[in-house]
């Protein structure tokens, strides 16, 4: 027995448990505090003892879905599977997770852990886990006044995955070409995933495509196929760097509404295999494939990783469903351009006639320059009949974006931050309706709060 | 009537949603019956003398910044200078503010040379200057953006700033000025995206921009109703935050 990890454990799991008995949520960040202040190894102690090993997954978009879903597909093996849930990424949140699932002796109950990795706070997740797999989903920009430049990220991530153990696999999506250059010197150890697709190719590349530009000689790519913002089919025509071969490739995409996706996965030139998903938009295709993927690198069978997938729920805010005063409500959170435009995207595709409430925070976990709502391409939303009302502390933003992008200003309303907007909102629905509300992150903890105390949602720590 | 607004490097350096700028720009023409074309220069494209009406030129990353610099030795930084001289209007935000004075001076690596139009020059600095920011111009009134930028630019005598901060850190976080104005040009640390927030900066660009090619004009105004609110909502911030 290690008394200082015992004792780090025991404070980190007391004091999350006083933090929910007072109701003031979920209660990660200041138990993992306290563990790491107590022992600062207690992390690695604990993430070492898991005979499966770790999986970090770390990316801009979808890190938590795609954490979820390799969860699920872990479960459905038959794993006990320690994983941080309620999107809590930074080590002290990790920590607490880990500390959540371990008994007051300081033994993890588990198997194997699925950890979501904060882009800043990778380079310390691999340093104390020592992952077996490395799961690299996209680099966006998002949030750069936290983090400074790309670049910057992308070269902190180089240096981590260089100082990975020998033995650790690295499954990447090559559609990015910073994530595939990254990864370049891998090779051996490199599992290549992205999407072997024309169908669901953009027409141009989008204005919120960020790392358009060849890291080795500076010329702007080529794209085959642009899918999704930067990611697609690319080639440098100054050096001649273009995505590398798949490994683990996804087609014949299906995406049915905001219901359901369907693509086939082939791996290295086999037999494809169907997989079925119930959520919607191309960028959960990314996320089910980089699951599928990693599961595959794990050894797990296709016909586990498809019950696994099949099974999956929304995770938190992403595409919720709530009903509230005889109003159904769609719950999407957007966190940058990219998220927004794919949120857009779907709601277009799916030609839904429904009214918008998109709620916009400026606080330190949303990025506090909202410059991003200009980056995203509100356009498509210019020609639909339903009103878009805005709220958030720079709801006034988002409703001059939309005046900016052609829509009417007869169709928008500023409704004022919440809890007021959501009532507000929700009056103007009639009964039976379905109204969409896109908040940003402590939008959508605010929005969350709200319901509850209207007696809907339950709290999100709990699912 | 028309206008073409000319897009330097839109490609690469656009850059916390300078683009926003270009938006605005177009539509506070359309909304006007002012035909508005943009067009997208990019390296190594050249740029013919009197063709364009309106330049803009955002911010990006160190490595597009160097490309941008090196483009602009020759012909077409020479064009874009006589241009500027000549009364054509023009927005630069961050990173082609900063190419717009003397020289930039990197932490690592050569020193990247501008085109001169700003008396003023830029230097790395070593801590990051992020935030909401408010300016007083006695030209265009209260201003409000926001700034994240590490370079440090100082004005030289000639160089008049484009206002005073009042709330935030401006050119260099010392000497309380914020931007370069020169003729119609104007440079500033100002994301956000400045033109949509602060319209009368927009319009001023399309009125300069109309005058040198149509003679008088008088701009009719547009009910900025949405613009003062989101305006007014980022001053609010800037108060709080600081
Ligand atoms: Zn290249």
Same mark, same amino acid.
């Given at each position: 027995?290690?008394?200082?990890?015992?004792?780090?454990?025991?404070?980190?799991?007391?004091?999350?448990?006083?933090?929910?008995?007072?109701?003031?949520?979920?209660?990660?960040?200041?138990?993992?505090?306290?563990?790491?202040?107590?022992?600062?190894?207690?992390?690695?102690?604990?993430?070492?003892?898991?005979?499966?090993?770790?999986?970090?997954?770390?990316?801009?978009?979808?890190?938590?879905?795609?954490?979820?879903?390799?969860?699920?597909?872990?479960?459905?093996?038959?794993?006990?599977?320690?994983?941080?849930?309620?999107?809590?990424?930074?080590?002290?949140?990790?920590?607490?997770?880990?500390?959540?699932?371990?008994?007051?002796?300081?033994?993890?109950?588990?198997?194997?852990?699925?950890?979501?990795?904060?882009?800043?706070?990778?380079?310390?997740?691999?340093?104390?886990?020592?992952?077996?797999?490395?799961?690299?989903?996209?680099?966006?920009?998002?949030?750069?006044?936290?983090?400074?430049?790309?670049?910057?990220?992308?070269?902190?991530?180089?240096?981590?995955?260089?100082?990975?153990?020998?033995?650790?696999?690295?499954?990447?999506?090559?559609?990015?070409?910073?994530?595939?250059?990254?990864?370049?010197?891998?090779?051996?150890?490199?599992?290549?995933?992205?999407?072997?697709?024309?169908?669901?190719?953009?027409?141009?590349?989008?204005?919120?495509?960020?790392?358009?530009?060849?890291?080795?000689?500076?010329?702007?790519?080529?794209?085959?196929?642009?899918?999704?913002?930067?990611?697609?089919?690319?080639?440098?025509?100054?050096?001649?760097?273009?995505?590398?071969?798949?490994?683990?490739?996804?087609?014949?995409?299906?995406?049915?509404?905001?219901?359901?996706?369907?693509?086939?996965?082939?791996?290295?030139?086999?037999?494809?295999?169907?997989? +079925?998903?119930? $959520?919607?938009? &191309?960028?959960?295709?990314?996320? /089910? @494939?980089? *699951?599928?993927?990693?599961? %595959? !690198?794990? #050894?797990?069978?296709?016909?586990?990783?498809?019950?696994?997938?099949?099974?999956?729920?929304?995770?938190?805010?992403?595409?919720?469903?709530?009903?509230?005063?005889?109003?159904?409500?769609?719950?999407?959170?957007?966190?940058?351009?990219?998220?927004?435009?794919?949120?857009?995207?779907?709601?277009?595709?799916?030609?839904?006639?429904?009214?918008?409430?998109?709620?916009?925070?400026?606080?330190?976990?949303?990025?506090?320059?909202?410059?991003?709502?200009?980056?995203?391409?509100?356009?498509?939303?210019?020609?639909?009949?339903?009103?878009?009302?805005?709220?958030?502390?720079?709801?006034?933003?988002?409703?001059?974006?939309?005046?900016?992008?052609?829509?009417? +200003?007869?169709? $928008?309303?500023? &409704?004022?931050?919440?809890?007021? /907007? @959501?009532? *507000?909102?929700?009056?103007? %629905? !009639?009964? #039976?309706?379905?109204?969409?509300?896109?908040?940003?992150?402590?939008?959508?903890?605010?929005?969350?709060?709200?319901?509850?105390?209207?007696?809907?949602?339950?709290?999100?720590?709990?699912? | 009537?028309?206008?073409?607004?000319?897009?330097?490097?839109?490609?690469?350096?656009?850059?916390?949603?300078?683009?926003?700028?270009?938006?605005?720009?177009?539509?506070?023409?359309?909304?006007?019956?002012?035909?508005?074309?943009?067009?997208?220069?990019?390296?190594?494209?050249?740029?013919?003398?009197?063709?364009?009406?309106?330049?803009?030129?955002?911010?990006?990353?160190?490595?597009?910044?160097?490309?941008?610099?090196?483009?602009?030795?020759?012909?077409?930084?020479?064009?874009?200078?006589?241009?500027?001289?000549?009364?054509?209007?023009?927005?630069?935000?961050?990173?082609?503010?900063?190419?717009?004075?003397?020289?930039?001076?990197?932490?690592?690596?050569?020193?990247?040379?501008?085109?001169?139009?700003?008396?003023?020059?830029?230097?790395?600095?070593?801590?990051?200057?992020?935030?909401?920011?408010?300016?007083?111009?006695?030209?265009?009134?209260?201003?409000?953006?926001?700034?994240?930028?590490?370079?440090?630019?100082?004005?030289?005598?000639?160089?008049?700033?484009?206002?005073?901060?009042?709330?935030?850190?401006?050119?260099?976080?010392?000497?309380?000025?914020?931007?370069?104005?020169?003729?119609?040009?104007?440079?500033?640390?100002?994301?956000?995206?400045?033109?949509?927030?602060?319209?009368?900066?927009?319009?001023?660009?399309?009125?300069?921009?109309?005058?040198?090619?149509?003679?008088?004009?008088?701009?009719?105004?547009?009910?900025?109703?949405?613009?003062?609110?989101?305006?007014?909502?980022?001053?609010?911030?800037?108060?709080?935050?600081?």
């Amino acid at each position: 027995m290690d008394p200082r990890l015992s004792l780090a454990v025991g404070v980190s799991r007391l004091s999350a448990a006083a933090i929910r008995r007072l109701g003031r949520g979920g209660g990660t960040a200041l138990p993992g505090l306290l563990a790491t202040l107590i022992d600062p190894g207690a992390l690695s102690k604990l993430s070492r003892q898991l005979p499966g090993g770790c999986v970090v997954v770390a990316g801009t978009n979808g890190k938590t879905t795609t954490a979820r879903m390799l969860a699920t597909i872990l479960e459905q093996a038959g794993h006990r599977v320690v994983h941080n849930r309620s999107g809590s990424n930074l080590v002290r949140g990790i920590t607490a997770a880990f500390a959540e699932q371990s008994s007051l002796l300081g033994r993890v109950r588990g198997e194997i852990a699925v950890i979501e990795a904060d882009e800043a706070a990778f380079p310390a997740v691999v340093r104390q886990t020592s992952p077996r797999i490395v799961l690299l989903l996209n680099l966006f920009r998002d949030q750069l006044d936290r983090y400074g430049e790309l670049d910057t990220v992308a070269r902190s991530w180089g240096e981590a995955l260089r100082a990975l153990p020998a033995e650790s696999r690295v499954v990447v999506n090559v559609d990015d070409p910073t994530l595939a250059a990254l990864t370049g010197e891998l090779a051996g150890r490199r599992l290549a995933f992205g999407l072997a697709e024309q169908r669901v190719a953009l027409d141009r590349l989008p204005h919120a495509a960020d790392a358009s530009v060849c890291r080795r000689c500076g010329t702007a790519f080529t794209y085959r196929a642009a899918f999704l913002s930067h990611l697609g089919d690319y080639r440098c025509p100054g050096c001649g760097f273009e995505r590398p071969p798949l490994d683990v490739a996804a087609g014949s995409i299906a995406l049915e509404g905001l219901e359901r996706l369907s693509f086939e996965v082939t791996v290295a030139g086999r037999e494809p295999w169907p997989v +079925e998903v119930p $959520l919607s938009g &191309l960028y959960n295709v990314y996320n /089910a @494939l980089a *699951a599928a993927a990693a599961a %595959l !690198a794990l #050894g797990i069978v296709p016909e586990v990783i498809q019950a696994g997938l099949a099974g999956m729920r929304a995770a938190f805010g992403r595409l919720e469903r709530v009903s509230y005063r005889g109003r159904s409500l769609v719950i999407v959170l957007i966190k940058n351009p990219t998220g927004l435009n794919e949120v857009v995207r779907m709601l277009a595709s799916a030609r839904v006639e429904a009214p918008l409430l998109i709620l916009i925070n400026d606080l330190d976990a949303d990025g506090r320059d909202v410059s991003w709502l200009w980056d995203a391409d509100l356009e498509p939303l210019a020609g639909a009949r339903f009103p878009v009302f805005t709220g958030g502390i720079r709801g006034a933003d988002m409703a001059l974006r939309l005046k900016y992008a052609s829509v009417p +200003e007869e169709r $928008l309303r500023v &409704l004022g931050d919440l809890p007021g /907007a @959501l009532d *507000a909102f929700v009056s103007e %629905l !009639a009964p #039976g309706q379905t109204g969409y509300i896109l908040p940003t992150y402590t939008a959508l903890l605010a929005l969350r709060r709200a319901l509850a105390e209207r007696g809907v949602a339950p709290a999100f720590w709990r699912q | 009537m028309e206008l073409i607004i000319c897009w330097l490097y839109g490609r690469t350096m656009n850059i916390y949603g300078d683009r926003g700028n270009v938006l605005a720009l177009a539509q506070r023409c359309r909304w006007r019956g002012i035909e508005a074309r943009v067009i997208e220069l990019g390296v190594g494209e050249p740029l013919e003398p009197g063709r364009c009406d309106i330049f803009f030129w955002g911010g990006g990353q160190d490595r597009e910044q160097v490309a941008a610099a090196r483009d602009l030795q020759g012909p077409k930084g020479e064009t874009l200078r006589r241009e500027i001289e000549e009364g054509a209007p023009l927005l630069a935000i961050c990173g082609g503010y900063q190419l717009l004075g003397h020289y930039y001076r990197p932490h690592r690596g050569e020193t990247l040379p501008g085109l001169g139009v700003f008396d003023a020059w830029t230097e790395a600095g070593s801590r990051r200057m992020i935030g909401n920011v408010v300016v007083e111009s006695e030209e265009f009134g209260e201003l409000v953006g926001f700034e994240n930028h590490s370079g440090r630019t100082f004005l030289g005598p000639q160089g008049r700033p484009l206002g005073r901060v009042r709330i935030g850190w401006g050119n260099n976080g010392e000497d309380k000025t914020e931007g370069c104005r020169y003729r119609n040009a104007i440079g500033c640390y100002l994301h956000g995206p400045v033109l949509p927030k602060n319209p009368q900066l927009a319009d001023f660009l399309i009125e300069a921009a109309l005058r040198r090619r149509y003679g008088e004009v008088v701009l009719p105004p547009l009910d900025d109703t949405l613009e003062r609110l989101a305006h007014s909502s980022a001053v609010r911030r800037a108060q709080a935050s600081r």
